[in-house]
């Protein structure tokens, strides 16, 4: 599913009408809605970025794990085969012919899955699990070419076919990790000062700048379940002198096949399982299959951007509480906000489970325990044993309205004592 597209359209000069005519220099805004999150969206569109031609947006990599039905084929004793001649003659895999003669057998799996076949940069790895156990009999891993053309999800539904053939059954799937990219064609990394780490915003604790030499080439920001990774995307084909990568996405950027100088930018925000579980939409308890991806790209990318990550025109005053209010989001990161995957704009929000270190309920036992001593002590006889509750809850609304009231300091830093013991929140600190 890619979208390439020119997102000129969407700089306008005040009065609405499109950008044209000298370039004097000065940024020229509109207005518009981007979030439902209540982020504000004004649109900054300055000489450099006008320049902008083209937007390439795709899923980057894709990986499933599956739980195949493997009892009714034979294709692991034929993989066995080919795997026994690729290691006789030394070689690390051999044309598999049994089934396609498009796939290659490897000679070596990988942990807990023997069996290893791939085309292109699509990996399908197997072992002979029981597809009714807890651990999955097979893994998918499409790769980056692929999951640009002909598509991630195109590509799963013709190995979909080729399983049926070899007569197995797919049970179930798990999506366990998708990324996904924007290329931002003629835009020079090295001009938006992305490497800058106090002009981030972000829920993540962890950033890493990255070089080549002297000269900065990208920034990651996050790691494990959720990460972002912005880097000079030309350089890093040059320097791994990738020229079947180059030839592939000059072409999907709409440049000469050997073009080696027109600068890109590339946005990708990965997602591991365990941060997928956590999205939900009005309809979807969580992100587990591909049919609940494709409904939802729009949401992941509008989340990553405008919600856990944002670059700032200037360096955040960390010592603001409203630092993500009152910052004026980079020009560059408002184009990145407005990317569309041609998916559905699904309402998405993301639930994660708190870590308690605490143990809240037994702190409200201990007060109610507390708090029926203290009533039982006042009432007048067990007959009024009904009216415990509503003394308890006067004698609660008492006292702490008194302690608002009188001792604000004092309650104010027992609550924040207990709420610095529960809470690990270095995002606060350092981005």
Known sequence: MSNSKDLNKNCQSIDGSPLGGPLTGKPMREAQGLSSEGVQALITCTPQLVSLKTVYSNI??????????LSGSNLLEEIEKSREVAREFEKECIPFTYFSPQW????????????????????????????????????????????????????????????????ISIKKHHVTRVDLSTDFVNINFQDLDLHNIEKWITRAIDAHVHYVGRSVSGI????????????????????????AKTDFFNRQWGLVSDDKKTPVVRVEFQFRREALKEFKTDDLYQIDTVDDLQGVLNGLWGYSSKSWAKHCETEVDRSNNNQSRDAVISPFWQLVQLVDFNAENSNLWRHREKNQYINVKALIDQGIGCLTSAVAATIESMDDFKDVAIDASTIVWRELRNRIEHHTDELYEKMEIVFNRNNLNLSKTYV
């Open 104 to 167: 290659n057998v490897h000679r070596s799996g990988r942990r807990f899955f023997t069996y290893h076949i791939s085309m292109a940069d699509t990996h399908i790895y197997f072992n002979k699990r029981s597809v009714h156990g807890d651990f999955p009999t097979c893994l998918i891993e499409i790769g980056s070419m692929s999951s640009h053309h002909p598509g991630a999800f195109s590509v799963f539904e013709d190995i979909k076919k080729f399983l049926k053939s070899c007569d």
């Open 60 to 69: 980057d990599t894709l990986h499933l794990s599956v739980y195949a039905d």
């Open 220 to 243: 990651s920001i996050g790691k494990g379940a959720l990460m972002c990774r912005i880097y000079d995307k030309r350089k890093e084909l040059n320097v791994k002198q990738a020229t």
